[in-house]
């Protein structure tokens, strides 16, 4: 019950570093601490049911009751419990309910009407038969449930105790009855019942979010202008004496009253400890459970469930996920520490909103470094505000079923503890890759083959993290030709710091050192499944205010070396796209996700940049969404043509279709269409360098072409 169907759209966007089929963002490992210790972020993403998802779920909603009710059914216990109740002229009557004795028992030398409730009494059993289900969210945080089910309580054996329940037999004796209640006894057959689940807020509890039972509807006794299938209908219950002659059976009409009430009481103990099981913190191995501020909790052994000290109430357990990010052993190749490692979390609490048009519920998550590097120096950043809950259904940008966010603040703060971490401390030599030597640079720095007297030495690349990249959210889109006129994300990295070092004599001797500001244009491609593809939009123009020092060894001018810059920045790029390859949304409980569209929402207040990037997706059941095969071909494709001294090409490609394509391994480029010629234009700062680029180009229906440019 840990993963329900009530929790997946709360947490399924965290499918790439949780799925068991490996993620994208690889090197995630559990907390060694058990559980997250850092600040947190309210809103930090949300995740949303729409009108039109709690739809597709109802049209399914024999799998979803499947899975809480197999077979349909569900048994609920009645144990043994004495009640009081007003009589005929007798104002209080003490009743032992579900008297029933020891197993198989049919006296009171065993236990069986013999007026107390005792280790005796094993109790009753009660069955629900559930025909229909069906949710609608319901304002201000009610998921409601509408359950059309019959119940049969079979015979339940009741009896008197006490001196004033011996009335009952005018003084002769133990009353003793059994009631059986069926409700397809009598027309109409079944019984609507409302159940109202509150998305509740554990304030004691980090702000988790806690799953309640609100109130159970349609589950009372029927009376006055209520009716069924709007209530039980005590016709429907027979109440058969079983000890007393004098018992006048017509005089217990309040007990049916009663045990309908009896019997509501238990169904919501019995649905309160469904979703606590589902929502309730599981023991450590040695028994630990956690705790928070002042609050703390202790293990109940046999349930292996955490409950809170102070008045026994289930601790929620995350619905989400946690753990460290091992940043260092995942850039290792790109020569970041191999310390570097983030820890995050993020899970549903915080808030959470419904109304006729949808359910949603907020994410809080926080990041923090597990130890300030010595490669950077130890930086505050102030708490951001809080945010509200975007409104998924006025960014729409086509009709959806689920929603899923992360907010710009958290991109950010994550960003900030990578920088703090030493993960972005970053030094790229010739054994990483192979092309980086002197020969490289030869023709944009004739000087440096002086320098060299002529060979050809390995070079290393410096990348120091002065400040810590920010990102923003746009709105994600592009123009006719595919390029971005509103990237999704901008990563924002100003003032780094890159140093270029060649093997000289033995040593290593620094030629120039470059400070500059970068912008990253990045953006998701889905496949038309479920499928999301990181994609990287036009890199030409994104580094600015190039200042250049340092650079006394050599003799060419400093507006070379500026433009030089971004060249050698996407040397990194093969690597850290082979971190961020495509990953694909997994099934959950018969359900699939359909990839429709992506988008920064909840605008900004006077700016053209959003809170929020959004996922929006439909819920697929009886149709499976298979993507398109990929037919990729190895062979080298002539038509490609390298425009010399700058930093683009042309391919010849077929007119019509639209392309993406990637340099080297890098990241897969915004689609975008040839001209009439039939020629595709790239443009991309690694093919200012020497040598031989291979350019792959893949078209919407799957094909896969290579290119080799010389």
Same mark, same amino acid.
């Given at each position: 019950?840990?993963?329900?169907?009530?929790?997946?759209?709360?947490?399924?966007?965290?499918?790439?570093?949780?799925?068991?089929?490996?993620?994208?963002?690889?090197?995630?490992?559990?907390?060694?601490?058990?559980?997250?210790?850092?600040?947190?972020?309210?809103?930090?993403?949300?995740?949303? *049911?729409?009108?039109?998802?709690?739809?597709?779920?109802?049209?399914?909603?024999?799998?979803?009751? &499947?899975?809480?009710?197999?077979?349909?059914?569900?048994?609920?216990?009645?144990?043994?419990?004495?009640?009081?109740?007003? %009589?005929?002229?007798?104002?209080?009557? +003490?009743?032992?309910?579900?008297?029933?004795?020891?197993?198989?028992?049919?006296?009171?030398?065993?236990?069986?009407?013999?007026? !107390?409730?005792?280790?005796?009494?094993?109790? /009753?059993?009660?069955?629900?038969?559930?025909?229909?289900?069906?949710?609608?969210?319901?304002?201000?945080?009610?998921? &409601?449930?509408?359950?059309?089910? #019959?119940?049969? #309580?079979?015979?339940?054996?009741?009896?008197?105790?006490?001196?004033?329940?011996?009335?009952?037999?005018?003084?002769?004796?133990?009353?003793?009855?059994?009631?059986?209640?069926?409700?397809?006894?009598?027309?109409?057959?079944?019984?609507?019942?409302?159940?109202?689940?509150?998305?509740?807020?554990?304030?004691?509890?980090?702000?988790?979010?806690?799953?309640?039972?609100?109130?159970?509807?349609?589950?009372?006794?029927?009376?006055?202008?209520?009716?069924?299938?709007?209530?039980?209908?005590?016709?429907?219950?027979?109440?058969?004496?079983?000890?007393?002659?004098?018992?006048?059976?017509?005089?217990?009409?309040?007990?049916?009253?009663?045990?309908?009430?009896?019997?509501?009481?238990?169904?919501?103990?019995?649905?309160?400890?469904?979703?606590?099981?589902?929502?309730?913190?599981?023991?450590?191995?040695?028994?630990?459970?956690? $705790?928070?501020?002042?609050?703390?909790?202790?293990?109940?052994?046999?349930?292996?469930?955490?409950?809170?000290? @102070?008045?026994?109430?289930?601790?929620?357990?995350?619905?989400?996920?946690?753990?460290?990010?091992?940043?260092?052993?995942?850039?290792?190749?790109?020569?970041?520490?191999? $310390?570097?490692?983030?820890?995050?979390?993020?899970?549903?609490?915080?808030?959470?909103?419904?109304?006729?048009?949808?359910?949603?519920?907020?994410?809080?998550?926080?990041?923090?470094?597990?130890?300030?590097?010595?490669?950077?120096?130890?930086?505050?950043?102030?708490?951001?505000?809080?945010?509200?809950?975007?409104?998924?259904?006025?960014? !729409?940008?086509?009709?959806?079923?689920?929603?899923?966010?992360?907010?710009?603040?958290?991109?950010?703060?994550?960003?900030?503890?990578? +920088?703090?971490?030493?993960?972005?401390?970053?030094?790229?030599?010739?054994?990483?890759?192979?092309?980086?030597?002197?020969?490289?640079?030869?023709?944009?720095? =004739?000087?440096?083959?002086?320098? $060299?007297?002529?060979?050809?030495?390995?070079?290393?690349?410096?990348?120091?993290?002065?400040?810590?990249?920010?990102?923003?959210?746009?709105?994600?889109?592009?123009?006719?030709?595919?390029?971005?006129?509103?990237?999704?994300?901008?990563?924002?990295?100003?003032?780094?710091?890159?140093?270029?070092?060649?093997?000289?004599?033995?040593?290593?001797?620094?030629?120039?050192?470059?400070?500059?500001?970068?912008?990253?244009?990045?953006?998701?491609?889905?496949?038309?499944?479920?499928?999301?593809? =990181? %994609?990287?939009?036009?890199?030409?123009?994104?580094?600015?205010?190039?200042?250049?020092?340092?650079?006394?060894? *050599?003799? &060419? =001018?400093?507006?070379?070396?500026?433009?030089?810059?971004?060249?050698?920045?996407?040397?990194?790029?093969?690597?850290?796209?082979?971190?961020?390859?495509?990953?694909?949304?997994?099934?959950?409980?018969?359900?699939?996700?359909?990839?429709?569209?992506?988008?920064? %929402?909840?605008?900004?207040?006077?700016?053209?940049?959003?809170? /929020?990037?959004?996922?929006?997706?439909?819920?697929?059941?009886?149709?499976?969404? %298979?993507?398109? @095969?990929?037919?990729?071909?190895?062979?080298?494709?002539?038509?490609?043509?390298?425009?010399?001294?700058?930093?683009?090409?042309?391919?010849?490609?077929?007119?019509?279709?639209?392309?993406?394509?990637?340099?080297?391994?890098?990241?897969?480029?915004?689609? +975008?269409?040839?001209? $009439?010629?039939?020629?595709?234009?790239?443009? /991309?700062?690694?093919?200012?360098?020497?040598?031989?680029?291979?350019?792959?180009?893949?078209?919407?229906?799957?094909?896969?072409?290579?290119?080799?440019?010389?």
């Amino acid at each position: 019950m840990r993963r329900s169907w009530l929790f997946v759209w709360t947490c399924c966007f965290l499918w790439a570093c949780s799925a068991p089929t490996g993620c994208a963002c690889g090197g995630f490992t559990p907390l060694p601490q058990g559980a997250y210790t850092g600040t947190k972020l309210n809103t930090a993403g949300s995740a949303r *049911l729409s009108a039109q998802g709690f739809s597709a779920l109802n049209a399914e909603s024999a799998t979803i009751l &499947e899975f809480f009710a197999p077979g349909g059914q569900m048994v609920v216990p009645v144990p043994c419990s004495i009640e009081q109740v007003s %009589i005929a002229n007798i104002p209080v009557v +003490q009743l032992a309910v579900a008297d029933t004795g020891q197993i198989s028992c049919a006296a009171e030398s065993c236990g069986r009407m013999d007026g !107390a409730c005792d280790a005796d009494d094993y109790g /009753h059993a009660i069955t629900i038969n559930f025909t229909s289900l069906s949710f609608a969210p319901k304002s201000p945080d009610i998921l &409601e449930a509408k359950v059309t089910a #019959t119940v049969q #309580t079979g015979r339940l054996p009741i009896s008197s105790r006490g001196s004033s329940a011996s009335a009952l037999c005018l003084f002769n004796g133990r009353a003793k009855f059994t009631v059986d209640l069926d409700t397809a006894r009598a027309q109409p057959p079944s019984t609507d019942l409302l159940l109202d689940i509150k998305f509740a807020i554990d304030q004691r509890w980090d702000q988790l979010l806690s799953l309640e039972v609100a109130n159970i509807g349609n589950a009372a006794a029927c009376s006055g202008s209520t009716q069924p299938p709007n209530c039980i209908d005590p016709n429907d219950m027979e109440i058969l004496n079983e000890g007393c002659s004098a018992l006048n059976i017509t005089q217990l009409s309040a007990v049916k009253t009663l045990l309908i009430n009896q019997l509501t009481t238990q169904l919501r103990d019995q649905l309160t400890d469904a979703l606590a099981d589902a929502n309730c913190a599981s023991c450590g191995p040695m028994g630990q459970c956690p $705790t928070f501020g002042t609050a703390t909790s202790t293990c109940e052994v046999d349930a292996g469930v955490c409950k809170d000290d @102070m008045g026994g109430k289930c601790v929620p357990s995350l619905l989400g996920v946690e753990g460290r990010l091992e940043v260092g052993q995942v850039l290792g190749t790109l020569g970041a520490p191999p $310390t570097a490692a983030v820890e995050v979390s993020l899970g549903a609490g915080g808030n959470a909103e419904a109304n006729d048009a949808g359910l949603t519920v907020g994410l809080r998550g926080g990041a923090k470094e597990v130890a300030v590097a010595s490669c950077v120096a130890p930086l505050m950043r102030p708490a951001p505000m809080q945010l509200p809950l975007p409104d998924f259904d006025l960014d !729409a940008p086509a009709p959806y079923d689920v929603g899923i966010s992360l907010s710009g603040q958290m991109l950010s703060e994550t960003l900030f503890r990578a +920088q703090q971490s030493g993960a972005l401390c970053l030094e790229l030599g010739n054994e990483t890759v192979a092309a980086l030597e002197s020969d490289l640079l030869g023709t944009l720095l =004739p000087s440096l083959k002086l320098v $060299t007297e002529g060979k050809n030495v390995p070079l290393r690349v410096v990348i120091r993290p002065v400040n810590p990249p920010t990102a923003t959210i746009g709105e994600g889109t592009i123009d006719a030709d595919g390029r971005p006129l509103d990237p999704l994300i901008k990563m924002i990295w100003r003032g780094v710091e890159l140093d270029v070092y060649a093997l000289l004599e033995d040593r290593q001797a620094r030629l120039f050192t470059v400070q500059a500001d970068m912008t990253l244009p990045l953006g998701v491609d889905l496949d038309g499944c479920s499928g999301v593809t =990181p %994609i990287v939009g036009n890199l030409m123009g994104t580094i600015t205010n190039v200042q250049v020092k340092n650079n006394e060894i *050599l003799a &060419e =001018p400093v507006t070379v070396l500026q433009n030089l810059v971004p060249s050698l920045l996407t040397l990194a790029e093969p690597q850290l796209a082979g971190g961020l390859q495509q990953f694909t949304i997994p099934d959950f409980n018969g359900f699939q996700l359909k990839m429709v569209g992506a988008r920064g %929402i909840g605008r900004v207040t006077g700016t053209q940049t959003y809170n /929020h990037v959004a996922l929006y997706a439909e819920l697929l059941t009886n149709q499976m969404c %298979i993507p398109m @095969m990929k037919r990729a071909s190895t062979s080298v494709v002539n038509g490609g043509k390298k425009k010399e001294g700058t930093a683009s090409a042309e391919l010849t490609t077929l007119v019509g279709r639209k392309y993406s394509w990637r340099v080297d391994g890098g990241f897969w480029s915004t689609w +975008q269409e040839p001209n $009439t010629y039939g020629q595709l234009a790239i443009e /991309h700062p690694r093919l200012l360098l020497g040598g031989a680029h291979v350019v792959e180009v893949r078209t919407q229906s799957g094909e896969v072409q290579i290119v080799v440019l010389r």
